[in-house]
């Protein structure tokens, strides 16, 4: 299984959720329409409409078609039928039962570690620490370079102990260092074994 397929089938649940968005795919699936078309038939303001659309498109959902000052929208249905062929095979969905329940172990050590954006201390536990890493490495973004005094101004607003967590970011590869110059490393390379 692709890595990216359990958020993308979370991402995918997650937009279809709401009921204005199911009814958009609904008149998608049959015409192209714009967004005042859309916000006409749905009685919705057309900002909310445009928000709506935005969602659906970030999962490649929906295309966009330009013409004049119009834009037409239509159901992006060979991406519809890809998610349903390979995100929601019962091999994928079986699998994401399993991540669920990571991620679930992951978000109590957080709301247990964290308050707001505040780390309240640093855990002990080997485990707990990987994953307050993880959450951690998600304020730098990849293909950015930091110097040492961004990155401590950065981890500075989560914690005071910068140096501990900037050493440990770099121990478990989440973070390269070179000649005082830092970048976020791709999660695949990342040494996050549990001891």
Not at 29 to 40: D, G, I, K, R, Y
Not at 88 to 99: E, G, K, P, Q, V
């Amino acid at each position: 299984m692709d890595s990216r397929q359990p958020e993308m089938m979370l991402q995918f649940c997650k937009a279809m959720a709401d009921e204005s968005r199911l009814k958009i795919i609904g008149l998608l699936s049959t015409a192209e329409h714009s967004v005042q078309q859309l916000a006409s038939m749905l009685e919705l303001k057309e900002p909310t409409v445009s928000h709506h659309l935005a969602m659906l498109k970030q999962l490649d959902l929906v295309r966009l078609r330009a013409d004049g000052n119009f834009r037409w929208y239509r159901l992006n249905e060979e991406v519809l039928g890809q998610i349903s062929r390979t995100v929601f095979s019962r091999d994928n969905i079986a699998r994401l039962a399993t991540s669920v329940g990571a991620r679930s172990a992951e978000r109590k050590i957080l709301d247990n570690f964290v308050d707001g954006e505040r780390l309240l201390e640093i855990p002990v536990s080997y485990k707990k620490r990987l994953t307050i890493l993880k959450w951690l490495v998600g304020f730098f973004e990849p293909g950015i370079s930091y110097t040492e005094s961004q990155v401590n101004a950065i981890l500075k607003l989560h914690h005071q102990d910068c140096a501990t967590i900037r050493r440990e970011m770099i121990g478990c590869g989440m973070l390269a260092r070179d000649k005082g110059i830092y970048n976020r490393r791709p999660e695949s390379v990342w040494r996050t074994v549990v001891k």
